[in-house]
Nanobody
Framework: QIQLVESGGGLVQAGDSLRLSCAASGRTSTRYAAGWFRQAPGKEREFLAGISWSGTRIDYANSVKGRSTISRDSGKNTVYLQMNSLEPEDTAVYSC??????????????????????WGQGAHVTVSS
């Protein structure tokens, strides 16, 4: 099992930047792909970004492409999501997710919530205008 804990959320103003962190613990020797999702009140969960175990494959949703960067530090078992030019519409609960992959799956990543096995508890991000 992999346990995920997000941090870095909070209240920011429109135009600010924010870096979310997702620290993994437990069976961290497991190779895992990771992703970031968010869910705003009254809306469905939305894929934001995904990264393979190797870090060589990355994908972004159109809603954050160009102003967000997903990265990972395997030595620290941590995945990051840097978001810039935040808008009130970015207000949501942000969650990271992980899925263990086999040795031949180091370039895999998912864009749907159902692909992932492990989830963090979520971090609240509120962007004021």
């Amino acid at each position: 099992q992999i346990q995920l804990v997000e941090s870095g959320g909070g209240l920011v103003q429109a135009g600010d930047s924010l870096r979310l962190s997702c620290a993994a613990s437990g069976r961290t020797s497991t190779r895992y792909a990771a992703g970031w999702f968010r869910q705003a009140p009254g809306k469905e969960r939305e894929f934001l970004a995904g990264i393979s175990w190797s870090g060589t494959r990355i994908d972004y949703a159109n809603s954050v492409k160009g102003r967000s960067t997903i990265s990972r530090d395997s030595g620290k078992n941590t995945v990051y999501l840097q978001m810039n030019s935040l808008e009130p519409e970015d207000t949501a609960v942000y969650s990271c997710a992980a899925k263990g992959v086999p040795p031949y799956g180091t370039t895999w990543y998912g864009t749907s919530a159902g692909w992932y096995d492990h989830w963090g508890q979520g971090a609240h991000v509120t962007v004021s205008s």
